[in-house]
Nanobody, 126 residues
Framework: VQLQASGGGLVQPGGSLRLSCVASGFTSTSYSIAWFRQAPGKEREGLSCESNSDRSTYYPVSLKGRFTISRDIAKNQVYLQMNSLEPEDTAVYYC????????????????????WGQGTLVTVSS
């Protein structure tokens, strides 16, 4: 069971970026998949979760609708579309999975996720 995140890079404030997470060794629909991020000196923060069984999605209120999670079942990939990026969004972004519904995972309790990707760095700067 492996996850690999990619798509990070340098983007200007107000710009957009789409991150990808490729799942291997398991069928992504059997797992809920979430995105987290961690900025230097800060705790890991949950950004979105899409559930395995009913594809329901969860977001923290703090994101104000800027981020959207989606899944391509045929490619076994999950995406995070990020819009209206701000310098405060600079962080390492991770995808994670667990064989439970998002509601059983917090939905953003990191210790409940069993598999993690290696992270991809997003830098928002002019």
């Amino acid at each position: 069971v492996q996850l690999q995140a990619s798509g990070g890079g340098l983007v200007q404030p107000g710009g957009s970026l789409r991150l990808s997470c490729v799942a291997s060794g398991f069928t992504s629909t059997s797992y809920s998949i979430a995105w987290f991020r961690q900025a230097p000196g800060k705790e890991r923060e949950g950004l979105s979760c899409e559930s395995n069984s009913d594809r329901s999605t969860y977001y923290p209120v703090s994101l104000k609708g800027r981020f959207t999670i989606s899944r391509d079942i045929a490619k076994n990939q999950v995406y995070l579309q990020m819009n209206s990026l701000e310098p405060e969004d600079t962080a390492v972004y991770y995808c994670a999975s667990a064989p439970d519904h998002c509601s059983a995972l917090g939905p953003f309790a990191p210790w409940k996720y069993t598999n993690w990707g290696q992270g991809t760095l997003v830098t928002v700067s002019s």
